[in-house]
């Protein structure tokens, strides 16, 4: 699986964006797939995840009710819809993907799939 985001930037704080992942070598609707974020000297923390069937979504508490993660299987895409960010919201952001979807415990180490991130920062 090759995975491909974009879509970042510079925003101001409350402001809004939208990340794009592209998906090859596997169908999305059969691969589950996150979004991850690694802020300057932090480790690389879980945000967002899908489950290849659309029914289940799961979220990083503090981005819950901000961020909304959607996939387009047509398109073989998986975005990241961001509104009101914030400051500490200022990171690069990675998508993944993992073979079989977890109920819980989204880590790094979870991950069977990493695309090349994107830059977001929020300014405050």
């Known amino acids: 699986v090759q995975l491909q985001a974009s879509g970042g930037g510079l925003v101001q704080a409350g402001g809004s964006l939208r990340l794009s992942c592209a998906a090859s070598?596997?169908?999305?609707?059969?691969?589950?797939m996150a979004w991850f974020r690694q802020a300057p000297g932090k480790e690389r923390e879980f945000v967002a995840a899908?489950?290849?069937?659309?029914?289940?979504?799961l979220y990083k508490d503090s981005v819950n009710g901000r961020f909304t993660i959607s996939r387009d299987s047509a398109k073989n895409m998986v975005y990241l819809q961001m509104n009101s960010l914030k400051f500490e919201d200022t990171a690069v952001y990675y998508c993944?993907?993992?073979?079989?979807?977890?109920?819980?415990?989204?880590?790094?180490?979870?991950?069977?799939?990493w695309g090349k991130g994107t830059q977001v920062t929020v300014s405050s």
């Open positions: 070598g596997r169908p999305v609707s059969t691969t589950s």
């Open positions: 993944a993907a993992r073979n079989n979807w977890l109920v819980s415990g989204w880590s790094s180490s979870a991950v069977d799939y």
């Open positions: 899908i489950r290849g069937s659309g029914s289940r979504t």
